[in-house]
């Protein structure tokens, strides 16, 4: 997998940092995660077809409950 990280300004609680992930490989997309409020963006498309696979915003994605337990 090709991938960058890089550190990222939470666009909704305004105060928090976190960070973005921007990959491509069999999918291309991003992750966008906020340390403190939790809020997550979450976007992946099939390279071969185009098709969307992901697309989520918000603060109850499976990736935060993966890492709370």
């Known amino acids: 997998m090709s991938s960058v990280v ?3 300004e939470c666009t909704q609680c305004k105060e928090g940092k976190g960070f973005q992930e921007h990959f491509k490989d069999s999918e291309e997309g991003h992750i966008l995660e906020c ?3 939790k809020y997550m963006e979450v976007y992946r498309e099939d390279i071969e077809t185009g098709d969307i696979i992901e697309d989520y915003q918000g603060y109850k994605h499976y990736y935060n ?3 709370n337990k």
């Open 65 to 67: 409950n993966k890492e």
């Open 6 to 8: 890089e550190d990222w």
């Open 35 to 37: 340390c403190k409020c």
